[in-house]
């Protein structure tokens, strides 16, 4: 079925540096994508958020950036910081009911 | 506000029992959905409630069920246990539509 996945699994970086985690979508359908962070032990949590009608967005040290026409969504994370570290999934949801398809994960490792 | 709260946060039941899991939603949010989360699938959808409705369910068996009460909180239920449903149950909620906010999980282990 269809799903959406992430390019690489392990991510180490040095604190300060920009961090940038990708993420590959195959339902052409979907029309809303959220970032999350899941701390061990934790659940997900919401970081950031973008609508299939925006090609960014920014938060506070994220952005989003999503090219519907490869199907690629990414975040980045400016000066990436120790308590950065954690699990991050991108999900997708086509069905308007807040019925999310999650990628892996990728694990991010920040190294003061 | 409060957010997402589940209970029990762990459980450790025999195979062939069966298990009720519950989830408090952000208030004012209707949406409740739950989802279950292992190492070696990662984050699956179960089911989805809007106002006492199943809207959307994922693909597990029957022997997994769900239901939310007139004040949103939502329950799920497990029976005929067995080994390969030890995992992270999560709820999530949200308001009719947008933005999933989930709670800590509950942490299933079936012996």
């Known amino acids: 079925g269809e799903s959406v996945g992430l390019h690489l699994p392990t991510l180490s970086v040095q604190e300060g540096d920009n961090s940038i985690i990708n993420c590959a979508y195959s339902n052409s359908a979907s029309d809303y994508f959220i970032w999350y962070k899941q701390e061990s032990g934790k659940g997900p949590q919401f970081i950031i958020d973008?609508?299939?009608?925006?090609d960014k967005r920014q938060g506070q040290r994220v952005t989003v950036l999503l090219n519907k026409t490869v199907k690629h969504l990414s975040l980045q994370i400016a000066a990436t910081q120790p308590g950065d570290s954690a699990v991050y999934f991108c999900a997708e949801d086509h069905s308007g009911y807040s019925t999310l398809t999650f990628g892996k994960g990728t694990m991010l490792l920040v190294s003061p | 506000k409060a957010g997402v709260t589940q209970t029990p946060r762990y459980l450790i039941k025999t195979r062939g029992q069966q298990v009720t899991l519950s989830c408090s939603p952000i208030s004012g949010h209707r949406s409740v959905s739950w989802y279950q989360q292992t190492p070696g699938q990662g984050l699956q959808f179960l089911f989805e409630y809007f106002s006492e409705t199943q809207r959307n369910k994922g693909n597990f068996p029957g022997r997994f069920s769900g239901r939310q009460f007139s004040n949103s909180r939502s329950e799920m239920n497990v029976s005929t246990l067995e080994l390969g449903d030890s995992a992270l149950y999560l709820c999530a909620s949200s308001p009719e539509t947008g933005t999933a906010f989930f709670g800590q999980g509950t942490r299933l282990t079936v012996v």
């Open positions: 973008i609508r299939s009608n925006m």
